[in-house]
Nanobody, 121 residues
Framework: QVQLVESGGGLVQPGGSLRLSCAASGSGFSIADMGWFRQTPGKQRELVAGISSDGRINYRDSVKGRFTISRDNAKNTVYLQLNSLKPEDTAVYYC???????????????WGQGSQVTVSS
């Protein structure tokens, strides 16, 4: 069974930093794109940053220059470094990965359990 397990998150003051991690556990799979989404109550989940298997990266405009996504393919892990945090970054952050089980032909979306990030003084 493949799972995405997140760590990090928490309460931070405006201007502070946090680092989120998300590791895929299990065996017998390959990972394509990975990314981070966030969601606040009553709103749609939105893409924050994505990274392809060959390292191409995209960010939503509001986090460019402040957040950095990276991945370690050997560890099946994706990271999100959040710097210069603002109150409007407060949300539950979810990691996402396109994963294919070995012996199958299709990739499916997997999601982490969610990590609360609260930016407040």
């Amino acid at each position: 069974q493949v799972q995405l397990v997140e760590s990090g998150g928490g309460l931070v003051q405006p201007g502070g930093s946090l680092r989120l991690s998300c590791a895929a556990s299990g065996s017998g799979f390959s990972i394509a794109d990975m990314g981070w989404f966030r969601q606040t109550p009553g709103k749609q989940r939105e893409l924050v940053a994505g990274i392809s298997s060959d390292g191409r990266i995209n960010y939503r405009d509001s986090v460019k220059g402040r957040f950095t996504i990276s991945r370690d393919n050997a560890k099946n892990t994706v990271y999100l470094q959040l710097n210069s945090l603002k109150p409007e970054d407060t949300a539950v952050y979810y990691c996402n990965a396109g994963i294919k089980r070995l012996g199958t032909s299709s990739y499916y979306d997997y999601w982490g359990q969610g990590s609360q990030v609260t930016v407040s003084s």
